[in-house]
């Protein structure tokens, strides 16, 4: 084994920055790296073994312990919560005769819960040895269980047919479903693959793409709704050796599944927003970061940019134009909701553990490597394909003024036709329940990060702080009197997640709680605040669900959430908007909860404290009344 | 002006707080000019006899003596003042927040070195003695206290100004070096 | 010599060398700006939020932010301190600080913010988390009770060839600072003091000394802490 892990170091040239991949070959050699591969690892790569551990530790899909011959890692998003996940999870636990969290005692099946996995239009979801299982029921997981005891084959045992479009390549073989609810613009295989490229470019300035992405009004899909020309902009003017173009697939806001669905279906459309970028910013260099949870589609993707470069659309002198270089690597990432935010994904596409840079400096500045990098979403780079085909004016007839285009949502929950929806901007929120078929709906988390207006477009005068302008997310749960507000960056920002909860929906024990956890989970830990606040708040929203909460709790909660404001990345400052959100909107629920004439509550009860040294010393636990 | 009434107890201390009101040194002899002592063990009264203004309390709750002693000063006493780390966060008896009561007690009375004459492998669980919490609890997570006065022990200066400004009604400024937590 | 910029703080015209963080400016122009995780001579990480500070109504870290010309910058105002004392009451709840029995109280920076912001009691429950103390090194004690993860040693300690003695170690509310087992084994004396010394809690302990300044002469006892750099 020493010498098969010599081999993957040599691999990356012992280059640290690729420890990610070091990694990820370990895992897929012998399924977790021990104290002794560590130890080699340090000393090839010149760090100290708790650094290698640092990185290994971060991340959800890496093990320092040996686990099972298949690894069942069953999702715990709420949408599977509310399609009686429990029963699946029992199901699993009967079925393999161990508990979640551990590996059987013959080694053959380990159980662990993992974050959303981007299937929650098809859960309960489950990935298993990297294969997903959709729509699982516990008759399912109890025939798969029977099915591997037996010998057979994980891939034999999907027992639906694969899904529908490019899923049933023959490089995924997924039994995942794009559930394409309604396209426009984007969802549409109405233009000829790489025709920009081929094209285009060769007619047109870097100059002149910027320009046209500018007068598109095109902004970040992936919340923020940062001006992407401007981003571009930004990014050519800044000196640098290299230039970087990221692609952020890490889609990890629970909810969102809209860009699996993009690089399934149309990946050559997102690779050509990559060139195209590429062209205009000057930038060399193209990385695609992944989720691990993807990983089923990494041959699929590969293929697709191996058949570029063989068509010379990747590599030296792209499409005939002089000296225009560059291609695409896909980094897998090993699990970590907080590596969605661009500058943890630049950390972790340097091998490090994925934890938020502070800004200024912004990646576009300084990002990869310290070279100036442009991160965008899967959704903004397919769409500047489409812009630069048929022009700025063609993309801004679609949507409203300020929110020009379209949109893609990632529907789940309580409706009939979960799924993804191209919808314009300034749609409104009760059009879209009409359309997803959702009845009686009591809530909405609207997810995702919130932009601000677009500002004077000054892009000599250009400075971090501008950049800083539009950091400020924040996702939200909406309730009825929101439903008339329209999707745009104006007023409802969204980076497309929508969970519907109906009225049978305990939001406080049900959502809120699920949400919190899985703050809790996904936190890096860096910022005391995020580090320390969610998991308080979240024993004081116990506190009151356990009737011993009084008003003053609401009253702290909310003015607690003032301190969490105040941590470094956008997934800390809004890890207490499950609470601080279902508070402002469904401040009734909370106020069904507490007593309403006290003043004072604790949670301290006398006679369970007692219990377990009264056990010990073999005590009757006793109270008198007097 | 009637002068109010004190009562003062110790928890889960050591009566290092106690010590630190005596340490008020001359000021004892103004003090007693403007208060009353009921349940104290300074006075050795054992039960409340009158509705008392202000209730301090030593320490936290280790066990179920204390929080009936607590819950008593409760209903007996207008204002209920923590004093001491003790009472604000558990202070050292806490130490054994981290470690399962149950390991605690097999250290501390089959395994632990000292205790190699407990041949009989007896285990404190008389009825009459106090049940053991499994964690020790600050005052605050009991009943609800309304002034907390940190300090192991709190300064006598800060005891005395904490007095002072309650039975007078006046305001409270605290010089930098009277607040400490050790 | 850098080119001189001009910031203000809560109103106060202040000059700045360019490339200076704003607490960096604060500081040398007699206005404090509390830090924790921050340390001379070390790459700022905003980690423990302390030094946060308003700008355009948005919170940022003083500690990592360069001072830029014109900029108006809030500080000392009641919506800042009270974020600040509760970052400092909330990291007095998320670990074990028992500062009666601390080798570090009275030296330590954690409880002197809490001095300096009169903290009572914290607003939140005690956690009491359950964590250990690794005693292994024989050179150190790693306490992780008293940790606040602030990065300190991480960023300051090293060896040589730049390999780092402490490292993190996994994620959110389990996230520790650990020690390399290792390295630990042939660290010096001298290592071992500066990780103490740069240790702004009692989470690193040289072993063998403890409690050897008597209360009253210790670094915080008489003055709060950041009351060097006020005018």
């Known amino acids: ?626 | 002006m009637a002068k109010k009434v004190i009562a003062t107890t110790s928890l889960a201390g050591c009566f290092g707080c106690h010590m630190s009101i005596l340490d008020i040194d001359e000021r004892i002899l103004d003090l007693i000019e403007l208060v009353e002592f009921n349940k104290s063990p300074i006075d050795d009264i054992k039960t409340f006899t009158k509705r008392v203004d202000i209730g301090i309390i030593e320490g936290g709750c280790c066990n179920s003596e204390n929080v009936e002693v607590l819950k008593y000063f409760r209903d007996n006493c207008d204002i209920l003042i923590s004093l001491g780390e003790c009472a604000i966060m558990g202070g050292l008896p806490a130490l054994r927040n981290g470690i399962p009561i149950e390991e605690c007690l097999q250290e501390a009375y089959l395994d632990g070195p000292t205790v190699k004459l407990n041949t009989k492998k007896i285990l404190p669980n008389d009825a009459e003695l106090p049940q053991l919490l499994d964690n020790v609890y600050p005052c605050h997570e009991v009943v609800k206290i309304d002034y907390f006065l940190p300090g192991c022990p709190p300064r006598a200066d800060l005891i005395w100004d904490a007095l002072v400004a309650l039975i007078t009604g006046s305001e409270m400024d605290l010089p930098y070096e009277v607040v400490k937590f050790d | 010599m850098n080119k001189t910029i001009k910031l203000k703080i809560d109103g106060k015209v202040i000059p700045a060398e360019e490339g200076q963080t704003i607490v960096q400016a604060a500081h040398s122009n007699g206005i404090y700006i509390p830090t924790l995780c921050n340390f001379e001579g070390a790459k700022p990480k905003g980690c423990c939020r302390m030094c946060t500070i308003k700008i355009n109504n948005r919170y940022m870290t003083a500690c990592t932010t360069p001072a830029a010309d014109g900029m108006e910058v809030e500080n000392n105002t009641a919506e800042i301190n009270d974020i600040r004392k509760s970052i400092i009451e909330l990291l007095f709840v998320s670990g074990n600080h028992f500062c009666p029995s601390c080798e570090k109280s009275g030296n330590c920076e954690l409880q002197a913010l809490a001095y300096r912001y009169e903290m009572m009691v914290p607003r939140f429950p005690y956690t009491f988390p359950q964590k250990g103390v690794d005693a292994k090194s024989p050179k150190i004690v790693k306490d992780q009770n008293r940790c606040i993860s602030c990065k300190r040693c991480i960023k300051t300690i090293e060896d040589e060839q730049g390999r780092k003695y402490f490292a993190f170690k996994d994620r959110g509310y389990k996230l520790e600072v650990v020690i390399d087992e290792e390295m630990a084994k042939t660290m010096t004396d001298e290592i071992a003091q500066l990780a103490m010394d740069n240790c702004p809690v009692g989470s690193i302990l040289k072993k063998e000394i403890g409690y050897n300044e008597p209360i009253g002469t210790r670094k915080y006892d008489k003055k709060p802490i950041g009351s060097e750099f006020e005018v």
């Open chain 1, 1 to 626: 084994m020493k010498e098969k892990i010599n081999q993957i170091i040599s691999k990356y040239n012992s280059d640290r920055s690729r420890l990610m991949d070091i990694l990820l070959d370990i895992h897929d050699e012998k399924g977790y790296v021990d104290k002794n591969d560590v130890n080699q690892l340090a000393k090839s790569l010149g760090i100290s073994a708790a650094e290698v551990k640092e990185t290994v530790s971060f991340y959800h899909f890496f093990s320092d312990k040996p686990r099972a011959k298949y690894n069942i890692y069953l999702n715990n998003s709420i949408t599977a919560c509310m399609r009686d996940r429990s029963s699946v999870k029992e199901a699993f636990e009967k079925a393999c005769g161990t508990t979640f969290g551990h590996v059987t005692e013959d080694g053959m099946f380990g159980l662990y819960n993992t974050s959303c996995i981007g299937m929650n239009d098809q859960g309960p979801a489950a990935i298993i040895n990297d294969i997903v299982f959709t729509n699982l029921t516990p008759y399912r997981v109890s025939k798969l269980i029977e099915g591997l005891k037996a010998g057979n084959e994980l891939r034999s045992l999907i027992y639906e047919s694969n899904g529908d479009g490019n899923n049933a390549d023959p490089d995924m073989h997924a039994m995942v479903n794009n559930n394409i609810r309604k396209g426009s613009i984007l969802l549409n295989k109405d233009y000829k693959k790489f025709d920009v490229i081929e094209s285009e470019l060769a007619k047109r300035s870097p100059e002149d793409v910027i320009q046209m992405i500018e007068d598109s009004d095109l902004r970040g899909r992936g919340g923020a709704g940062f001006p992407t020309g401007m981003k571009w902009r930004f990014g050519r003017r800044v000196e640098g050796d290299h230039r970087v173009i990221i692609c952020n697939a890490d889609e990890g806001e629970p909810g969102t599944f809209k860009d699996r669905v993009m690089l399934t279906e149309f990946p050559d459309l997102v690779f050509e927003g990559m060139v195209i970028a590429a062209f205009a910013t000057g930038a060399d260099i193209g990385l695609v970061y992944l989720r691990y949870e993807y990983k089923y589609m990494l041959k699929y993707l590969n293929r697709i940019l191996s058949e570029m470069r063989e068509k010379k659309f990747l590599g030296q002198n792209i499409s005939g134009i002089k000296d225009f270089n560059f291609d695409i690597r896909i980094q897998l990432g090993a699990g970590a909701y907080v590596c969605g935010e661009e500058s943890a994904l630049i950390e972790s596409l340097e091998g490090k553990r994925g934890e938020p840079r502070d800004k200024p400096p912004f990646p576009v500045e300084k990002g990869y490597l310290n070279y100036p990098t442009i991160v965008n979403n899967v959704e903004t780079l397919a769409s500047a394909v489409r812009i630069i085909k048929n022009g700025a004016a063609w993309y801004s007839q679609f949507g409203t003024k300020d929110s020009t285009g379209t949109k893609l949502l990632s529907i789940s929950g309580d409706c009939k036709f979960p799924g993804i929806y191209e919808v314009d901007w300034g749609t409104s929120i009760r059009e879209v329940i009409e359309m997803c078929g959702a009845e009686k709906v009591q809530a909405i988390q609207v997810g995702g990060p919130s932009g601000m207006l677009i500002g004077p477009r000054d892009f000599d005068n250009l400075s971090s702080s501008d950049l800083m302008k539009w950091y400020k997310p924040s996702g939200m749960m909406v309730a009825e009197k929101f439903f008339d507000r329209k999707l745009s960056y104006s007023d409802l920002p969204t980076g497309g997640s929508m969970i519907i909860f109906n009225m049978e929906r305990d939001l406080l024990r049900d959502v809120v709680m699920n949400f919190m956890e899985f703050f809790i989970e996904e936190s890096c830990g860096s910022c005391s605040t995020c580090r320390n606040l969610p998991y308080i708040m979240k024993m004081k929203l116990e506190k009151i669900l356990n009737g011993h909460g009084v008003r003053k709790d609401i009253d702290d909660l909310l003015s607690w959430g003032k301190t969490i404001k105040a941590s470094r990345c956008g997934l800390g400052q809004t890890a207490a908007n499950p609470i601080l959100s279902s508070i402002v909107n469904f401040r009734h629920i909370y106020e069904q909860h507490v007593q309403a004439m006290a003043d004072y509550d604790n949670t301290f009860d006398i006679v369970k404290s007692v219990e377990a040294a009264n056990k010990f010393v073999g005590r009757k636990t006793e109270f008198h009344s007097n």
